[in-house]
């Protein structure tokens, strides 16, 4: 396999494969690397090479996807293969990153947890449940939030003063209210307790 290259814009170098664009990587790596002033590969080093180029353009964009918000592990891989890297590459990227630690997935749960905490006022339940479906490990998860201030009946009247007491005056609102509570993952027993505080009677809405 011929390997050649064109320079591109913003130190870019774009690699081609018997005359066909494969790759994009940066120069400073390109220029580093084994494969620089190379310009033939046999069918053994194809592989190889294929592998070290592609890692380091899915490292590169999972840079650039860090640079605005960081990303969780599973988070990040899903991300690169979407944008249309291989899952192999991917990984070798998200295992060059965390040594860098550019991915800290303790970071990363530590920092949502406490933004669905006091944004969404989410409940400690909720916000472990959405850390585990952004891919954090459930341990990862549980450890994050168990930092947080739990104390749930308080954080529930705090939020209905805030947000729903205006629903409360008819049968209607307070079942909205409640499935508010419930989605942001508040137990029953807890949202009851809190309700009670505001005289409202809770038995018939235990079906909500």
Known sequence: MKISVNIGKQNKIHILCDGEYKFT??????????YHGIELINDEEQAAFFDAVGSRC?????????SYRD???KELVTKLVQKG???????????????????DD??????????????????????????????ISREIALEA???????????IIDLIRKK????????KGVRKTVAAL?????????IQSALRQYEVETEEFSDV
């Not at 991917?90 to 060059?96: E, K, Q, Y």
């Open 145 to 155: 939030a168990g930092k947080l201030d739990n104390e749930p009946i308080l954080r």
């Open 71 to 73: 990303h969780s592990e």
């Open 182 to 190: 419930q989605r942001l993952g508040y137990r029953w027993s807890d």
């Open 25 to 34: 990587v940066d120069a400073e790596y390109w220029y580093g690397s084994p």
């Open 164 to 171: 729903y007491f205006r629903y409360l005056d008819d049968e």
């Open 85 to 103: 890297h291989k899952k192999e590459y991917a990984l070798n990227a998200v295992d060059r990153l965390k040594e860098f630690r550019y991915i």
């Open 58 to 66: 899915a490292f590169i964009a999972g840079l650039r996807l860090l």
């Open 106 to 135: 303790e970071r990363v749960a530590e920092i949502y947890a406490k933004d669905l905490f006091e944004r969404k006022g989410m409940s400690i339940n909720g916000i472990v449940s959405e850390l585990c479906r952004k891919g």
